[in-house]
């Protein structure tokens, strides 16, 4: 398989996608799943979801006609299927929990018994490690978590389509450098497929991916980077797809910690992701969105420059001029992230008057906090908080 291969492969799936997503919002509203506004999103109108069918079409097909179908390339595209089925039902029926989980975890099954497994793996700086019997187990859990981290990441048009576009992009680009052109090509059907429901999901969206299109995604993203990266000895092989996924990463632990942090139930949704602190202060959908791909792009250019900078030689020895581009490329990731971290965390003025807000009130919401928060900012007049 060529670089012409995932080119094709890219284009396949990008024009199916593209095509078909229409049509599998059309048979979504005809049988009532269709996304209602709520309270927790930034919808405001009904909207046909199973958008996640259009993307397996359009991998499924890529694939048929310009992979080599081995046997763990039939396990990612089985698991995958799996998937959309288990992510239609809970679209449809809302599944608990458990039950979700579950279905999340057949799948990931399935590409781990077929051979997509990390045996080991090579800790910057530090030494290798080998997972011995642990290997499927730990490659499953990352599979599931992965599909949750797209998943929580899905709650603004455009976001995590464009996201895993970016992503899946990168992904190809250093597999084919790795010499892992299965998992390239397969990268390069995911960009196309995301990219051509893209088209359709950006704001306003007229289809939802739903969760049969966000943990299809997270599936296979987590299946190349185990067949892309993870599988070589390389550097980039576990910083990689940390780097490349970083801002779903993010969010999701962002969210995650305060869930945990107010004792709340990590499964249940609601108000803290990025997307929501964007929206609260005064972002549109469109802004907030391009903002978080303008951090994507970032990120995943640090990582190309990872791979194929070559800063230092095999000695470990710095290469000045190569360096000081190396350099250059963690600036601007960094400032970019240091940026909108600063953009969307409170300062130490605001964080004390929440604290002290919520002492006055200890029931209010967190999202109610911070709109306080703002308004007495801008209007200078503060409440009395002298708790009872």
Known sequence: MTVGDALLAFATAFGVSLALTPVVGRVATRLGLVDQPRDRGLSDRPTPQLGGVALLAGVLVAAALWLKVTGEVRGILGGAAIIVVVGAIDDAVDLPAP???????????????????VH???????????????AEPVTLLGLVGLMNVVNFS???????AGVCTISAATFAIIAFDLGQNAAAVLAALTAGAALGFLFHNFHPASV???DSGS??????????????????????????PLVILAVPFLDTGFVVAKRIKYRRPIYLADTEHFHHRFARI????????????????CLAGLALALRFIPYSDRSG??????SVLMGAFAVIALAAS??????LEILKFKRLRAWQLRRLDPETAEHDIDAAVERELETGEFQAVNPP
Do not use: C, E
């Not at 899905?154 to 995590?160: E, K, R, T, V």
């Not at 299809?216 to 550097?235: F, P």
């Open 99 to 117: 039950l979700k989980l579950l279905g999340q975890s057949l799948a990931a099954l399935v590409p781990v018994l077929a051979g997509v497994v």
């Open 154 to 160: 899905d709650g603004i048009d455009g976001l995590a």
């Open 120 to 134: 080991n793996f090579t800790l910057p700086f530090i030494h290798r490690v080998d997972l011995g019997g642990a």
């Open 215 to 240: 943990n299809l995604l997270g599936l296979m993203l987590g299946s190349i980077a185990v067949q892309g990266t993870l599988k070589t000895n390389a550097l980039i092989a576990l910083v990689g």
């Open 317 to 322: 020895h710095l290469h000045a001029g190569w």
């Open 208 to 210: 939802f991916m739903g």
């Open 338 to 343: 240091a940026y909108l971290v600063y953009v």
């Open 282 to 297: 005064g972002f549109s959908q469109r802004r907030t969105v391009l903002y978080l791909y303008a951090w994507t792009l």
